[in-house]
């Protein structure tokens, strides 16, 4: 079985950090920041990510703007690329592909998936962008991104799966893996095989002495998205 620094360096360049440009009150002023993470299921072309990355969990304002970014090995480049569709988005389940422009100058490598479950204390990996403080941000009129400064770097985690059970009609797994806010979207990945099977997405409230607390970490199975990712062109694991 890979060890963690094997697979680390295997995905860490098919994951990507995801900016929404959104329109401000005032006119001609936009708000910027980093939503989400995803990671590329078909060399430059799409991206899985979390549905509620688009709106914070209400429906997806279609004048918003999104752009893909991608840090190769935490270096000092970062490359981005806009988001020109979304063929896939469920909201019940909260998952979502993306359509990206290709990079002009870097190839996003990709993440091969599974619908088999692991087992209960088999050891995951995740991997994400925590959301950074935009220290100053750049875009035209269009709401296109131009530049700006920020400290943008991926993040892993390690762990194991805690628990999985049925919720009705979706398959969900507890990790006792923390991860935080921008990492919502990224992979939760076996090591053998390396693939992903499930994405960072939310937790379940336990209630505590002092009210209601944030529990386990969660995500869905991938296989509740299976058909759309066998559509637009998944390896399947």
């Known amino acids: 079985m890979p060890d ?22 005032a006119q001609g002023q936009f708000e910027v920041a980093f939503v989400g993470s995803g990671w590329c299921i078909n060399a430059g072309r799409y991206v899985v ?3 509620h990355i688009f709106n914070d969990g ?3 304002n279609l004048a918003d703007k999104f752009f893909v970014f991608i840090v190769p090995g935490n270096g000092p480049a970062a490359y981005h690329t806009p988001v020109v569709g979304v063929p896939f988005e469920d909201a019940a389940i909260d998952m979502a592909i993306l359509e990206i422009a290709a990079p002009p100058n870097y190839q996003l490598s990709v993440i091969g998936v599974t619908f088999s479950s692991p087992p209960d204390g088999a050891r995951v990996l995740t991997f994400g962008f925590p959301s950074p403080s935009i220290v100053a941000a750049n875009v035209d009129t269009q709401g296109n991104w131009l530049g700006g400064n920020l400290l943008l770097k991926g993040h892993a985690n390690e762990g194991i799966v805690s628990a999985q059970y049925n919720l009705g009609s979706d398959y969900v797994y507890e990790l006792n893996v923390g991860w935080h806010h921008g990492e919502s979207g990224g992979p939760v990945l076996t090591l053998d095989p390396v693939a992903a099977f499930a994405m960072m997405q939310f937790y379940r409230n336990i209630q505590s002495p002092h009210g209601v607390v944030a529990g386990p970490h969660m995500g869905r199975a991938l296989s509740q998205m299976k058909a759309a990712l066998s559509a637009h062109g998944a390896i399947i694991v």
Do not use: E, G
Not at 4 to 25: E, G, H, M, N, S
């Open 4 to 25: 963690f620094p094997t697979v680390v360096a295997a995905i860490r360049d098919a994951v990507c950090a995801i900016l929404r440009v959104k329109q401000a009150r």
């Open 49 to 51: 990510t979390a549905h």
């Open 58 to 60: 209400i429906a997806r």
